[in-house]
């Protein structure tokens, strides 16, 4: 690879990075069709938990240490949280691994790591409109069910909400890294969604987990994309408890973004390119 004849200053790269974005923003309002076709299917989901979460409710006998309201209202923050976080980017970088086309972009003087992520970051822009729309019409519904306990659970949650941004995308080019050896991610990115929807806590809260589930769970990244920033939305979870949440958020997002920096280090270094 050639160098370029000067290094872009700090301004330039940020135009560059600005543009990535803007771009990504066009397309997804220029792809209507996907859009809804991935709302459609999100919302499939979601209403599959809706129905056997109100099946378990309607047995005699059945005690749940949370009542059918605050349940449903959990699932209805659930789903609007991982449609706003729900990125492409593994799909796209594995389609032009296998394609070979990955190579005119690791050419781009920008860092394919952090222009991935601005990338991603429009996804997750575009997907909140959407989400925040769905959410008005789950308030009119649910009532103040859904609303944030406190002001400060507020605040605590729009920081831990772009910390879960971190998170998830963190996780998803790690798992990304794995299409460089095996040029078809399908097997790999479909692993890393089995793992999200089971311990993310988008099908339900965590602490209704059998106990070796939720202890599987806590040792593993993927409750701080849903089940943590709702928690603290929700005020399940205040004061320092709050705050050692949110540590730990940003330890797991900070450290998958350095190991994903490294692991494509490492992986870019037996990069074959396909395609002639």
């Not at 449903?72 to 789903?79: G, I, K, P, S």
């Not at 729900?86 to 394609?99: E, M, P, T, Y």
Request: proline content about 4%.
């Amino acid at each position: 690879m050639r160098p370029l004849a000067r290094p872009l200053s700090f301004r330039e790269s940020l135009l560059g990075y600005l543009t990535y974005l803007n771009r990504a923003l066009k397309a997804n309002f220029a792809y209507k069709a996907s859009t809804f076709l991935g709302l459609f299917t999100s919302g499939l989901a979601y209403g599959t938990s809706v129905l056997i979460w109100s099946h378990v409710y309607g047995q005699k006998g059945v005690s749940i240490a949370m009542s059918r309201r605050a349940m449903f209202a959990y699932l209805a923050l659930a789903f609007c949280l991982n449609y706003a976080l729900s990125i492409n980017i593994d799909q796209r970088v594995g389609q032009r691994i296998r394609l070979g086309l990955i190579a005119t972009d690791l050419l781009k003087p920008l860092d394919f790591q952090l222009s991935q992520a601005m990338q991603a970051l429009s996804d997750c822009l575009f997907n909140s409109f959407v989400g925040l729309t769905i959410l008005a019409w789950v308030f009119y519904f649910l009532g103040g069910q859904i609303l944030p306990k406190s002001p400060e659970a507020l605040g605590l949650f729009i920081i831990s909400l772009f910390l879960a941004f971190l998170v998830q995308y963190s996780i998803v080019f790690l798992f990304v890294q794995g299409a460089f050896y095996t040029y078809s991610g399908y097997g790999i990115f479909a692993s890393r969604l089995a793992l999200h929807q089971t311990f993310s806590g988008f099908s339900a809260p965590l602490t209704l987990y059998p106990p070796v589930l939720l202890s599987v769970g806590r040792w593993l990244p993927f409750q701080h994309v849903i089940y943590t920033p709702i928690s603290i939305y929700l005020g399940n979870v205040e004061g320092a408890a709050a705050l050692r949440l949110l540590g730990e958020q940003a330890l797991w997002g900070l450290g998958l973004y350095g190991l994903g920096y490294f692991t494509m280090r490492k992986a870019l270094g037996q990069l074959e390119i396909q395609g002639g």
